[in-house]
């Protein structure tokens, strides 16, 4: 395998754990820990903006908790079950049936009898947390199951089974608990999965510490990235807003883009080349790798434009002379 191939591998498999993701991992493994000790089932849902890492995040879940066998038995404790856009009644236990790996032969049944063979089916397999992934679908305009009735069947299943469910989606999932005010007395708060906001200290070491790891990738394989830190942060901060799945993609597309050279220092130029290549998700007004100098106000709206565009709003920094001592 030439440099190149090995520098795309390695970016490819790169599984950044970040502080952001850090923080949403620890809290739904105490989740899962609570509902595999017997513990009342909970409803959690997470939110954040398509790129964050919720993808990321219910694939490492899974592989901390995965399926074993148990006396010769299938033990699946944590299922995770993706919803497609198409979704309809019929089609809710046939996903979870399908992630559980059950043959189908559902012609004939009723909604209520696949219901029912879901239930004994996750019974059968001991399964008592399901991540749903793209919950956010189920109130989509194309969506052929009233929100409501999505909202009730969410709380049959968590009732009739004592499940954890763990719903992700973009911030719109919110409207499943709002239309359903029984599914959402029961759920714990919303919780938000957020692209870094570089105005926090905190949070824009975090991003800089990701984009080193990628650059210290490029550099052991003998593509040095020719940039300074604080000016490749800074050009990434505007392409991404924050978005940690934006920048891990540019990363693979600036790789995949040196699959048949040799070795060199990488330019501005290959930057802008690899910029232009993928969907920016910050403000259209200010590309990144076009000017060197980047003000507060550019990354400020990188970073708005993507929560605007997913319909979250941007936190208001309180300044030291606003704390409260």
């Given at each position: 395998m030439n440099s190149a191939k090995e520098l795309r591998?390695?970016?490819?498999?790169?599984e950044l754990q970040h502080p952001m993701f850090k923080e949403?991992?620890?809290?739904?493994?105490q989740r899962i820990e609570d509902a595999l000790g017997g513990f009342s089932s909970r409803i959690e849902w997470v939110v954040g903006p398509s790129r964050v890492g919720k993808s990321m995040l219910i694939n490492a879940l899974?592989?901390?908790y995965p399926e074993t066998k148990v006396n010769g038995q299938r033990h699946v404790p944590v299922l995770a079950v993706k919803i497609l856009s198409d979704v309809s009644p019929k089609l809710l236990p046939i996903f979870v049936l399908t992630a559980l790996g059950v043959s189908l032969n559902t012609r004939g049944q009723s909604t209520g009898a696949?219901?029912?063979?879901?239930?004994?089916?996750?019974?059968?397999?001991?399964?008592?947390?399901i991540l749903f992934e793209e919950a956010s679908h189920l109130v989509e305009s194309g969506a052929r199951v009233p929100v409501r009735g999505a909202g009730d069947w969410c709380k049959s299943l968590a009732d009739s089974t004592n499940m954890t469910l763990l719903l992700f989606g973009v911030p719109r999932l919110e409207r499943l608990l709002d239309s359903n005010e029984q599914l959402r007395l029961r759920a714990s708060a919303r919780r938000e999965f957020r692209p870094y906001d570089i105005r926090n200290q905190a949070e824009q070491m975090g991003f800089v510490a990701c984009v080193r790891t990628y650059s210290d990738l490029f550099k052991d394989c003998g593509w040095p990235i020719n940039l300074p830190m604080q000016t490749l942060v800074t050009q990434c901060y505007l392409l991404t807003g924050g978005l940690i799945g934006v920048l891990?993609?540019?990363?693979?597309?600036?790789?995949?883009q040196m699959a048949y050279e040799s070795p060199r220092i990488l330019t501005l130029r290959d930057c802008q080349s690899a910029a232009e290549s993928i969907e920016s998700a910050g403000h259209p007004d200010f590309p990144a790798f076009f000017k060197d100098d980047v003000s507060p106000v550019e990354l400020t709206a990188a970073h708005a434009y993507v929560l605007e565009t997913n319909g979250m709003s941007i936190r208001r920094i309180v300044t030291k002379s606003e704390a409260v001592i």
């Amino acid at each position: 395998m030439n440099s190149a191939k090995e520098l795309r591998r390695l970016i490819e498999s790169c599984e950044l754990q970040h502080p952001m993701f850090k923080e949403q991992f620890e809290f739904l493994s105490q989740r899962i820990e609570d509902a595999l000790g017997g513990f009342s089932s909970r409803i959690e849902w997470v939110v954040g903006p398509s790129r964050v890492g919720k993808s990321m995040l219910i694939n490492a879940l899974s592989r901390k908790y995965p399926e074993t066998k148990v006396n010769g038995q299938r033990h699946v404790p944590v299922l995770a079950v993706k919803i497609l856009s198409d979704v309809s009644p019929k089609l809710l236990p046939i996903f979870v049936l399908t992630a559980l790996g059950v043959s189908l032969n559902t012609r004939g049944q009723s909604t209520g009898a696949i219901f029912n063979r879901m239930l004994e089916q996750l019974r059968l397999a001991g399964t008592r947390v399901i991540l749903f992934e793209e919950a956010s679908h189920l109130v989509e305009s194309g969506a052929r199951v009233p929100v409501r009735g999505a909202g009730d069947w969410c709380k049959s299943l968590a009732d009739s089974t004592n499940m954890t469910l763990l719903l992700f989606g973009v911030p719109r999932l919110e409207r499943l608990l709002d239309s359903n005010e029984q599914l959402r007395l029961r759920a714990s708060a919303r919780r938000e999965f957020r692209p870094y906001d570089i105005r926090n200290q905190a949070e824009q070491m975090g991003f800089v510490a990701c984009v080193r790891t990628y650059s210290d990738l490029f550099k052991d394989c003998g593509w040095p990235i020719n940039l300074p830190m604080q000016t490749l942060v800074t050009q990434c901060y505007l392409l991404t807003g924050g978005l940690i799945g934006v920048l891990s993609r540019f990363m693979q597309e600036l790789a995949s883009q040196m699959a048949y050279e040799s070795p060199r220092i990488l330019t501005l130029r290959d930057c802008q080349s690899a910029a232009e290549s993928i969907e920016s998700a910050g403000h259209p007004d200010f590309p990144a790798f076009f000017k060197d100098d980047v003000s507060p106000v550019e990354l400020t709206a990188a970073h708005a434009y993507v929560l605007e565009t997913n319909g979250m709003s941007i936190r208001r920094i309180v300044t030291k002379s606003e704390a409260v001592i």
